[in-house]
């Protein structure tokens, strides 16, 4: 008997509408685990390289973690994975809520699709039963009436929908997929990917138990971590503003993106912050499976109809909407973010994508006869959102941005490319690598283009006498870095992080409730484990699950031929901040290059970036290590 | 004298301390009453600063709590 998890994959063939079941050993759920470990593997092993993103042969992966289920605060997530249509590269993202739970319990670790069908179709998947139903009636719909028609049409409110809105379907290159109408595997396009299948939705029902190794001690991990809740600072303020906090303290701290990066300040910030949240549209904190944290909001605003069941805006996208569009109109914020959530578009790519252009229009490379008679300045809080409706649309100018900045600005030329801040062609996040240099390694090495969920940020780890750098002490980081140094002691401190981050991944874990950034010690993650799934297991074993999953995405990414070359920043971000108490600073272009190698070498990597053959078989890769040199052009 | 921005809570608080003399970050702190485990980082004169590192009668110094992403 298996606990934990089920040792089954469900593979669905959407050509030859084939459905079957594949039945893995506790060994190989174990090495690859889930969430990129699981997404790894598939897509080395089912696709071959250079395939098109958006055609029939790439391979779309569902896959929550080991400990995705787990009664237990944070243990909710799930990561999709396939190549990406925006990056070219490894594409993951993560989303919690109740539909990677959900999945777990209707009997399935994952689910590997391939194909394309024949017209639109969505999954149900119930207590282990599946089938394909024709999604005719939904193709073009939004999520909340998708979700409506769903469960009602199956007679039952308790089902979870992953789906795409019609920005899925139109293949815009950021679309996501969204489950519950507010939680999102945003980044990298996997919606375009899921739309490109004409798979419209997974509906999912799981009523069974997940079969848990030792219940006691899974119960005193569980009323140990919800009596810090509300004791500990980091997951009270996570609890009382949500990630909203961050505005005002990434404002006062001279790192708030602002101006598509031209600034770290923004004069209006006040307007955009947890407290106007909390004052003007707020109703209620929400979480998601299990956890005490209730880190999400759900707001209103009659002004513009937003309503709760969209969820709120988080950081991201109150950033990426606010300080980088200079919008300082909250309500505006929040209708831009449900109009992301019902079409199914990332937020931070959306924004970013349409700051992109705004610069464009205030150097005069752009005019209101490009952009269909819309003022597309700084500020333009109606321009944003009518943008918004043409990227989900592919309408007139709209067709252009869905491309993503990066492309856009090939179509658009006129010297328009310095504006685009892209890594590997995934626009930034909202944080800022010139007052965090370990993100200037995170955005650039990251295998799925530049994402701020590669590890702790610096600002979690600076000093000996913080709580979260004690804890993070027993993966052998013993001494604190300042955050705008590189150094060997920084890039030591990121590759164990990026590692240790990479496992929750695999396991399903919020980054929201361990250490640094939480509190749920390392210890207790441990024993999760083995209270969950009756493992002998070890953090150094579970440190080489979330190494392996970084192995694997960059072993894809130098198939499909990525290398150093790749892993690289925009110009501006060498440029000095130019506004707020951090204003002067800049990374050193040099600096940087020699981090990225030192990072290699310690990750024993080639000068490329490319895992050595010593690297693939440490990690029991040897399936990839007998390719190494042929398939691979290495 | 220096004038201390302690950020906590989404808010934003101003304190001024008297200094005749340099004084190092830790004797702020205690001066505006933070404990040491509740600072993440702190900036000084465009640059983060350590608790042992000084802070001038004329600085302005931002103390802040760990802040991370989301």
């Given amino acids: ?634 | 004298m220096a004038k201390v921005i302690v950020f906590s809570g989404d808010r934003l608080t101003e304190h001024i301390v008297e200094l005749d003399r340099a004084v190092t970050l830790g004797y702020i702190l205690n001066k505006v009453n933070i404990s040491r485990e509740e600072v993440g980082f702190a900036i000084c004169r465009s640059k983060y600063i350590c608790l042992d590192d000084l802070v001038n009668p004329e600085d302005e110094v931002r103390i802040f709590p760990p802040l991370g992403g989301g």
């Fill in chain 1, 1 to 634: 008997m298996a606990f934990g998890y089920n040792r089954r994959v469900l593979h669905v063939d959407l050509s030859a509408e084939r459905i079957e079941v594949e039945n893995v050993s506790d060994e190989f759920y174990r090495t690859y685990m889930g969430g990129s470990g699981l997404i790894g593997y598939y897509l080395l092993k089912m696709m071959k390289p250079g395939i098109d993103p958006l055609g029939p042969d790439n391979v779309l992966v569902f896959a929550p973690g080991a400990l995705t289920g787990a009664p237990l605060g944070g243990m909710c997530r799930f990561a999709v994975g396939a190549k990406s249509p925006l990056t070219n590269a490894f594409g993951q993202s993560e989303a919690g809520g109740f539909w990677g739970p959900e999945l777990k319990r209707a009997g399935f670790d994952g689910i590997v699709i391939r194909g394309k069908a024949s017209k639109p179709v969505y999954l149900y998947i119930n207590d282990g039963d599946v089938s394909i139903y024709d999604a005719g009636d939904l193709w073009g719909k939004k999520t909340g009436e998708v979700q409506d028609v769903i469960r009602d049409r199956h007679k039952d409110p308790a089902i979870r929908v992953a789906q795409i809105g019609p920005g899925g379907e139109n293949l815009v290159r950021y679309a996501c997929i969204t489950n519950e109408l507010k939680h999102f595997n945003g980044r990298n396009g996997l919606g375009a990917v899921m739309g490109s299948k004409n798979l419209k939705a997974i509906a999912v029902r799981g009523k069974k138990q997940i079969p848990i190794a030792d219940h006691k001690l899974m119960s005193e991990i569980s009323k140990k971590f919800g009596s810090t809740v509300m004791e500990n600072p980091l997951t009270k303020g996570l609890y009382e503003s949500g990630t909203a906090a961050s505005v005002l303290g990434n404002n006062a701290a001279g790192i708030l993106p602002t101006k598509n990066f031209r600034y770290g300040e923004f004069d209006k910030a006040e307007a955009i912050s947890a407290k106007a949240m909390n004052e003007k549209i707020l109703v209620a904190r929400e979480g998601c499976y299990a956890c005490p944290v209730r880190c999400k909001r759900a707001v209103k605003s009659d002004r513009y109809g937003v309503e709760p069941r969209f969820g709120g805006p988080e950081y991201e996208t109150l950033a990426s909407f606010g300080s980088l569009c200079l919008i300082d109109d909250i309500e505006v914020i929040a209708k831009a973010n449900q109009m992301c959530n019902e079409y199914t578009l990332d937020t931070i790519s959306t924004g970013m994508t349409i700051a992109f252009a705004m610069e464009c229009f205030e150097a005069n490379i752009l005019t209101e006869d490009d952009t269909d008679g819309i003022e597309l300045s700084f500020g333009n809080g109606e321009a944003l959102l009518a943008m918004i409706e043409k990227i989900a649309k592919r309408e007139g100018f709209g067709d252009v941005l869905a491309e993503g900045s990066k492309r856009a600005s090939e179509i658009i030329g006129k010297g328009s490319e310095k504006f685009a801040l892209t890594v590997k062609g995934q626009e930034l996040p909202m944080h800022e690598p010139r007052g965090k240099y370990s993100l200037a390694l995170a955005y650039a090495a990251s295998e799925r283009g530049a994402d701020h969920m590669v590890a702790a940020h610096d600002t979690m780890v600076a000093s000996k006498d913080q709580y979260g750098f004690r804890e993070i002490m027993p993966l052998g980081i013993l001494e604190p870095e300042s955050p705008t140094v590189f150094s060997n002691l920084k890039v030591r401190t990121f590759a164990y992080l990026s590692m240790w981050w990479s496992f929750f991944n695999a396991a399903g874990i919020c980054d929201f409730v361990p250490v640094p950034r939480s509190s749920m010690p390392i210890k207790d993650v441990v024993d999760a484990m083995c209270a969950f799934t009756g493992w002998q297991t070890s953090a150094f074993e579970l440190m080489k699950v979330g190494e392996r999953a970084l192995v694997l995405a960059r072993m894809f990414n130098a198939r499909e031929g990525f290398d150093v070359k790749e892993d690289a920043l925009p110009e501006r971000l060498f440029s000095p901040l130019e506004k707020g108490p951090l204003s002067g600073n800049s990374l050193s272009e040099e600096e940087f290059k020699e981090a990225l190698q030192i990072y290699y070498a310690m990750m024993n990597w080639n000068e490329r970036g490319i895992p050595t053959r010593g690297k693939l078989s440490e990690l029991g890769l040897d399936w990839i290590a007998e390719d190494y040199g042929q398939s691979y052009s290495i």
